[in-house]
């Protein structure tokens, strides 16, 4: 009986000490978070510190026109070898040969339907072979059909998953193993503000862009927690509607506010969001904390809001 009572007893204390040094590292845990949450205020008042990438070798998918032509400039201008990636290749052709001007960092020209794996496959083994292994991918080509769900085809329905989603896994598949190469590397991937707020005419799109955010929330955890922990990072962008061609009908209340943004505009800030290392950037900056915050209300309030401000696409068949 008094065996019992102090085997009782000891397991008892062993629980509370178990559930005290639980509460401890609780209470730390969460001192550290408030530790780092302002530094982040302190830094966010502060200029960036932004890395050095005139070695880096960058490929970026979709830079025949848009916010991927500006890129590959902007990535050239800043002296790291380019590998752009199209479809098209005349259009390709000319964003080669405006980067070729800046007499600043290689520019490579490579024409692939990213949608498609096998392609995918077979390029990362000529870009290895012709350039070297890569150690920054930017995940930037995307379609955008812009009308109502009903008025969705099944083709048009499946081609934008395969051109926004499905891509992004065969390129991050196809050239992950270049950047484990390296024990370096960098993943930037496009999402849109899309995939943070749904809209009307953009059902297919928006779950796409979603799609995306997922990924790449995924990917950073499984890189997290294995043997590329702090070797390979990830940065996902939510970009506002971008004056590429893609918006056919923009919808916008406040233009001098929320108008559209100049694809070379958004290229400086991906850039720039890559060069600090960001996990994510909305652009403007100020889009995600809005989205955070109005969470935080009550639906209708966030809905009243959404309202107000009134912004999308209205349908490409009108």
Known sequence: MIEREIIHTTTASKRLFDVLQDVLQFLLLFLRIFLEMFIMLIQKVLPKRLKDISGEVVLITGTGHGIGRELALHYASLGSTVICVDINEKNNQQTVQKAKRLNLGNVHSFICDVSKRAEVMALADRVKAEVGPISVLVNNVGIM????????????????????VFSQFWTIQAFLSHMEEKNRGHIIALSSIAGVVGLSNLVPYCATKFAVRGLMEALHEELREGPYRNMIKTTTIFPYMTNTGLCKHPKVKFPSILGLLDPKEVAMRIVEAHRSD???????????????????????CGLMLKDYID????SDLI
């Open 311 to 314: 912004s999308g696409v209205e």
């Open 145 to 164: 059909p812009t009308h109502p769900i009903l008025q969705q085809s099944a083709e048009e329905i499946q081609r934008v998953f395969d051109v926004n």
């Open 278 to 300: 960001a996990l994510e950037a909305t652009i403007p900056s100020c889009l995600l904390h809005i989205n955070n915050w109005t969470r935080l209300l009550p639906d209708h």
